[in-house]
Each structure stands twice: as C-alpha cells, then as structure tokens.
C-alpha cells in the first residue's frame, strides 16, 4: 500500500507508540458506552468518523501529502472509509448498547482470523495453510464461546443480534484489510485521509439526523471529541508511524494486548465482570490468533 522505506530495529519510541495505541484502543470501548447513554450509536458513529477526519486531513495537508491519484487508489480508498470506519464503527456503537465494552474489546482480536479465508481467496500468494487453518478453528471455537450458548440459541434476541453486530464490525474491518492491500501503492496517510473523507460522506447524514434535540452534557460531548481526534484520528496516524518504520509484525502485537487493556479497563472503571467464559474465549481467539500468524524458523 506504500512505498515503505528500511525498516528499523524497534527503538522505546516504537514501543511507546505500540502502548500508547494500546492504551488508545483498549479504552475507546468503554468510552463509547459512556457516550452512549446520551446519545445514539450513529452519533457516536459519527463523532469518531468525521471527528476523527477533521485530524488526519489536516495533518495531510500540512505534511505536504498529495492526494492519491488513479481509480485503484479512489476505490482503496473508498474501501477504507466504508468497511474500515462508517460500516465497523456504527455496528459497534449499536452493538455496545447491549454487549459489555470489554466483551466488544475481545471481537477485535477475531479480525486477523478472519483475514485469512478472504487473503487465501484474493490475495496470491497467502494459501490457508493447515497451520493457518488449525488458528482460524481455534480461534472460531473461542468466537463461539464468546458469544455464548443463549446468544447462539436466540439470534433474534437483543444480545443475539448484538453479538452478531459484533461480529459484522469484525468482517467488516477484515473485508477493509483486505481491500485496502490490493490498493496501488501510495502514501498510506493521504490514502487514510481521502478513506476519512469516502467516510464521513457516509455517515454525516446519519449522525446528523440522529443529534438529540438536548444538547448533551459537556462530558459526553468531551468523550466524542476524544474518541474522535484521538482515537480515531491520532491512532491512524501512529499505527502508519509504526509500521512504516518497524513493519507490520511488530504493529500485531497490539492485536494481543487491545482485549485484554479491554477487558480490564471494563472491569476497573466500567464496573463491568468478566465471567470465565469471557476469560476462556478470550484465551482461546488469542491462542488461535498465535497459532495462525506464527511464522516458521529457518
């Protein structure tokens, strides 16, 4: 997707980058469902969509980044902003209505999972291996258990359909992954920017008409401002800053550490329980995830 140059030993700014990422993303969960109880999911949605747009433009713009040119790079583009901001992100809010934010935290540890039967489709040279396939299915057992034996048996209840929410939000930013490694290679910060425009195009209207008629209060709106610049907007911009120097396996680490800073940041400030079937799950996505991405030795 860009033109990456050598890349570096990890240094303490690349492991303060990771953890702050982590930090970033395994709070934004609970964060959200403070929001949420003034405010509708397509305005949290929002917030962190058009919010989150209103920093990376800007320090695009001012890097001196060109915009990306050619129909390959408009429709990675586009791709990004439908399936890995607007479509996600508004499945989420709706889904944490129901689902307890650290539970939410632990479905984004199932998105490399499900990158693997897509990459094995239409991305040449990525086959679903027998290594990658024993990952895929332990990690899917621990999806199942996740979700839980009464969700499973009543998708049509609130916490069925919410699960399943979840679960979209994961495929969705798995089919964005995806798209966005077939894009033509350009500058990965322009080609986010142009994503948060395709983006906010899509999901301002929603996010307008939802906007309560009671302003909300200066916590809440504090919350989306937050989840927006930082979350959203400043966790791109690091998480570009850290594969573009110490590359992508290095960045998956983050991928462990977000459930768990999600799990816990629940429990601690959410008032939120972890039951042992929560724990296991999240051991066994983990575990699966471990399984699929561990690379051979020479």
Known sequence: MSDIAALRAPTLVSYAMVGALVMIWGTTFLLVKFALVEVSPAVVAGARVLIGGAAVIPFAVMTGRA???GRGRWLGAAALGVFSLAVPMSLLAWAQQVVPSGVAGVYMAVIPLLVLPLAHVFSPGEAMTRRKLAGFLVG????LMLMGWEALTALGSADGLAQLACLGATLSYAVGSIMTRRTPKTDPI???ALGFAFGGVLIAPFALAAWPQEVPSTQTIAIL???GI????LAMILRVA???SVGSVFMSGVGYLVPITALAVGVVFGGETVTPA???ACALILTGLAIASRRRTP
């Open 67 to 69: 915009i990306p040119r």
């Open 140 to 143: 899917f057992a621990g999806v």
């Open 190 to 192: 322009a080609l986010s």
């Open 225 to 227: 401002i937050g989840i």
């Open 230 to 233: 930082v979350s959203s907007g």
């Open 242 to 244: 850290v594969i573009s």
């Open 278 to 280: 929560d724990g296991a």
